[in-house]
């Protein structure tokens, strides 16, 4: 009876534990908890270009808030919400892939197989696409680390 009431008790704790940490949270906000500086994630995919978003039409998704330009992009977001979320929090993938997190600038995005990747500039875009598929595998490998030790 002991040894069930350890194992269930274990059980909860190790679940408990693994839910906590799964919890854990890494965003490049501004101070109102917006993501990409206001900028409609959908419009990077539809458009090819930064549009600024309306902050009247918004959607919240793993805690930060997105802006839409139309109510249409906003519809698009919600029905596959991580296909257009930025990836690595919106930092810098280039700095995520240095284990690192840098600011971004709007205008230094790509579309990486299917991937919005932000980047601190264009410079920094180019450095990575010097080797993008081995760049974009560093930032993969570092990003559940920097999510533990830096998240929230």
Not at 47 to 75: C, D, L, M, Q, R
Request: hydrophobic share 40%; proline share 5%; glycine share 8%.
């Amino acid at each position: 009876m002991k040894r069930r009431l350890f194992l269930f008790s274990f059980g909860l704790l190790t679940t408990t534990v693994l839910s906590l940490a799964a919890e854990k949270a890494l965003l490049n906000l501004d101070k109102m908890g917006v993501a990409i500086q206001g900028y409609d994630p959908v419009a990077f995919f539809t458009v090819g270009a930064p549009v600024k978003g309306n902050p009247e039409i918004t959607s919240t998704y793993h805690s930060a808030v997105y802006w839409f330009h139309s109510a249409k992009n906003k519809e698009t977001f919600e029905a596959e919400p991580r296909k257009y979320e930025p990836q690595f929090g919106g930092y810098c993938a280039y700095g995520v892939s240095r284990n690192a997190l840098a600011p971004i600038d709007i205008n230094a995005w790509q579309i990486v197989d299917g991937r919005l990747l932000m980047q601190k500039n264009t410079g920094i875009r180019d450095d990575f696409n010097e080797d993008t598929k081995g760049n974009l595998k560093k930032a993969d490998g570092n990003w559940p680390k920097l999510l533990e030790k830096k998240g929230k």
